[in-house]
């Protein structure tokens, strides 16, 4: 009985691990029920499975898997995206408003990585690296050739902060004689605010091209600069701000509005309605503003639009916006791929809709600014579809009517330029030889420009544009471009480029805005405006 006593643990352990090894064989021929049914499996799965395990040839699963997922939001509205682990990494980046790398930027010039800029107080301007400066090898990969691409130089440069890249470099005056330099990466910042300055004694510009995570505090610091200068009226750019953090935007709006005004609400069928409005006192709730929109000003840009427009805070000045009035939400999944999807509509304050229809389908949708072009909206303003949405009156003193549906209205409209470039003219830009004049021009009368202090000195000052049109004529002729008979008005256009591009190869984005607009129409017209 004893020796019973003794085995009898060890006889039911056996057992049970005979029944369990048992129990999983038969469970792949058994469909689960009842109670041990814990989750049915969806047919989306079973497909994936069933192809997986017995399709005739070789397959990736996760490129099987992303295409699935990728038809499956094509039934969803067009900004329901899912983001492959990949590229998680560089989408982010726009959105949080900096990255890992040297400082530089780059342009790729005849097979040869050239330096056109470097940071100030970035990694390469503290390892010596200079303007016109052109890469041979980053570590021990060779960058120079035919097979160089941006998106390969892109990854060699960039890492973790505090690593070490080695770049193996050519400088001019120096010959062939390579130097190697070390630079130490570090946190690169991506401006949200690409120039803020004074136009005249008491008017301020102030361009924002997205709204990261850094936004509200480049802004905030730009007008409280421009404020220290007399700043009395502003023009607010937001033509081609594509959007980005909704909160950013919520913000700013909250710098123009006074009150516990509303600035915008969102709703969805599984968001219940939030609403945001104004928590603090602004820093700029008085004082005339003008906002600059065309078909390029889109969701969280068209959200500030939509609140100052409802409000009669602001003259929208330009083109009608893009039209995006739905509200996304990134979700990461288990595999390091995110999925950023729609969980709601967002309505201005007056309760508008600005969302563009999108059940014609993705293509339909995305060619949309195109038709624009093509029907004649852009040069004589929307006076075809403006009163397809419902009517509303603004809520601020003037009780204006104003229009929900596809996209912003502005109050001014500024059609595009109608002047057509020649075919000459065109292909300067097409095939990049207009940059790579400006970049070798510089380069070589680089003493010259040192004169200029700044960009307001550079537009009074610099005179030589016939001078430059000249020698890009004889430039561009080894591309096969002729420019001799080029119209005049081409030949104004062009030279008002060619001193716009000559200023950002100097100041970066603040030297081109500040000379570009100053033959901006509509910034003109909005200099006009807040002058009244």
């Known amino acids: 009985m004893k020796k019973l006593q003794v085995w009898l643990p060890l006889l039911f352990a056996i057992v049970m691990m005979v029944g369990m090894l048992i129990g999983f064989r038969l469970r792949g021929n058994i469909r689960p029920t009842g109670f041990f049914n814990t989750r049915k499996q969806t047919p989306v799965q079973e497909v994936m499975d069933l192809v997986t395990m017995k399709y005739v040839d070789s397959i990736s699963v996760d490129t099987l898997g992303d295409n699935a997922i990728d038809g499956m939001l094509t039934h969803l509205d067009p900004h329901s995206v899912y983001i492959p682990p990949a590229d998680l990494s560089e989408v982010n980046e726009d959105l949080q408003g900096n990255f890992e790398g040297i400082g530089v930027e780059y342009q790729i010039f005849d097979d040869t990585v050239n330096v056109t800029n470097v940071l100030a107080g970035g990694p390469s301007e503290k390892a ?47 010959g062939s004689t390579p130097r190697q330099v070390p630079i130490t990466r570090g946190t690169i910042p991506i401006p949200s605010v690409d120039v803020a300055y004074m136009i005249n004694k008491e008017t301020g510009y102030i361009r924002i091209n997205k709204f990261s995570e850094t936004t509200h505090g480049e802004f905030a610091q730009a007008l409280q600069k421009l404020q220290t200068q007399g700043l009395q009226r502003l023009i607010l750019d937001l033509r081609g701000n594509g959007g980005g953090i909704l909160q950013e935007s919520i913000e700013i709006a909250d710098d123009f509005l006074d009150g516990d005004k509303l600035i915008v609400y969102t709703v969805g069928a599984r968001s219940p309605r939030a609403e945001y409005r104004c928590r603090r006192e602004g820093l700029f709730e008085k004082g005339k503003l003008a906002l600059l929109t065309d078909e390029g000003t889109a969701s969280a840009s068209e959200v500030l639009t939509g609140a100052l427009q409802d409000w009669d805070r602001a003259s929208i000045i330009g083109r009608r916006s893009f039209g995006k009035g739905l509200v996304q939400e990134q979700y990461q999944l288990s ?33 949309e600014v195109m038709k624009r072009f093509h029907d004649g909206e852009v040069l004589h303003g929307d006076t075809s579809t403006r009163h397809d949405g419902p009517s509303f009156k603004t809520l601020g003193p003037l009780h204006r009517t104003v229009f929900g549906g ?32 400006i970049y070798a021009w510089y380069i070589q009368h680089m003493p010259s420009f040192q004169n200029f202090k700044n960009p307001s000195d550079f537009i009074a000052g610099f005179h030589d544009e016939g001078r430059l049109l000249d020698a890009l004529t004889t430039y561009a002729q ?55």
């Open 406 to 437: 596809g996209g912003i209205t502005p109050d001014i409209f500024v059609g595009f330029d109608t002047s057509t470039l020649s075919r000459s003219v065109t292909a300067l830009y097409i095939g990049g030889t207009l940059n790579r004049f």
């Open 478 to 532: 080894k591309d096969t471009i002729d420019l001799r008979n080029i119209p005049a008005k081409d030949k104004e256009l062009l030279n008002h480029r060619i001193k716009a591009l000559m200023a950002r190869q100097i100041w970066r984005t603040e030297g081109y805005y500040e000379v570009s607009n100053a033959y901006d129409p509509a910034v003109a017209k909005a200099l006009e405006v807040v002058n009244k």
């Open 335 to 367: 595999d390091g791929a995110a999925l950023r999807l729609t969980i709601a509509r967002y309505y201005t304050p007056t309760g508008r809709s600005i969302q563009k229809p999108y059940d014609k389908g993705h293509d339909d949708y995305n060619d």
């Open 128 to 174: 010596g690296l200079r303007v016109g400066d052109k890469f041979i090898k980053v570590d021990d990969s060779v960058v120079a050739g035919k097979a160089i691409t941006n998106d390969r130089i892109r990854k060699l440069l960039r890492g973790p902060g505090a690593s070490q890249v080695k770049v193996t470099l050519l400088r001019v005056g120096e």
